[in-house]
């Protein structure tokens, strides 16, 4: 069956880097673009990037230009999302997406805390 | 980008009454619209894809309709399990988006 399996929660001082992976299973990952989406604590749903795993090219919400960098490792079956210059306002759960399968999937989410 | 409207903001009713979530989008997505239910501190869940399919394991008094522009999630009889903030998303196209979510509490 399929399943995103995403990495474990993470606690980053402002100014540096996470970067969080999602490792599919139970379909041809480089078949389906995957998206990635963040929920801030008490808000709502935001749609961060896409990434076609085949072939490798992104698209990043304006927002996230230059902090946001999505990428593929075919051999694993693993996509990651790398956000830099973390804010406090980064504190965020993070999820991967694949809404063409049918049904969509979703990761488990992976809480992303920026604290000094 | 697709704007997503839900209304109404929020839903105040009783258990075994009758919910009607409304989704409302700027530009037609087809079908290609799901509804999700969320829990405090838990992920999002799906209900609905395909704007009338319900997803695996949701109990059938939950129904999608609509299409084009309009689209309607119903809950038939309102369990306690139900009450919770349900939000729209379109994937007709990049970006996916959000409508801001409709809270179902209890009355």
């Known amino acids: 069956q399929v399943q995103l399996v995403q990495s474990g929660a993470e606690v980053k001082k402002p100014g540096a880097s996470v970067k969080v992976s999602c490792k599919a299973s139970g379909y041809t990952l480089t078949s389906y673009h995957m998206h990635w989406v963040r929920q801030a604590p008490g808000q709502g749903l935001e749609w961060m990037g896409i990434i076609n795993p085949s072939g490798g090219g992104t698209s990043y919400a304006q927002k996230f230009q230059g902090r946001v960098t999505m990428t593929t490792d075919t051999s694993t079956s693993t996509v990651y999302m790398e956000l830099s210059s973390l804010r406090s306002e980064d504190t965020a759960v993070y999820y991967c997406?694949?809404?063409?399968?049918?049904?969509?999937?979703w990761g488990q989410g992976t809480l992303v805390t920026v604290s000094s | 980008d697709i704007v997503l409207t839900q209304s109404p903001g929020t839903l105040s009713l009783s258990p075994g009454e009758r919910a009607t979530l409304s989704c409302r989008a700027s530009?037609?997505?087809?079908?290609?619209l799901a509804w999700y239910q969320q829990k405090p501190g838990q992920a999002p869940r799906l209900l609905i894809y395909?704007?009338?399919s319900r997803a695996t394991g949701i109990p059938d008094r939950f129904s999608g309709s609509g299409s084009g522009t309009d689209f309607t999630l119903t809950i038939s009889r309102l369990e306690p399990e139900d009450f919770a903030v349900y939000y729209c998303?379109?994937?007709?196209?990049?970006?996916?988006?959000f409508g801001g979510g409709t809270k179902v509490d209890i009355k």
């Open positions: 395909g704007a009338s």
């Open positions: 997406a694949v809404v063409r399968l049918v049904p969509p999937y």
């Open positions: 998303q379109q994937y007709a196209s990049s970006p996916l988006t």
């Open positions: 530009q037609t997505v087809s079908s290609d």
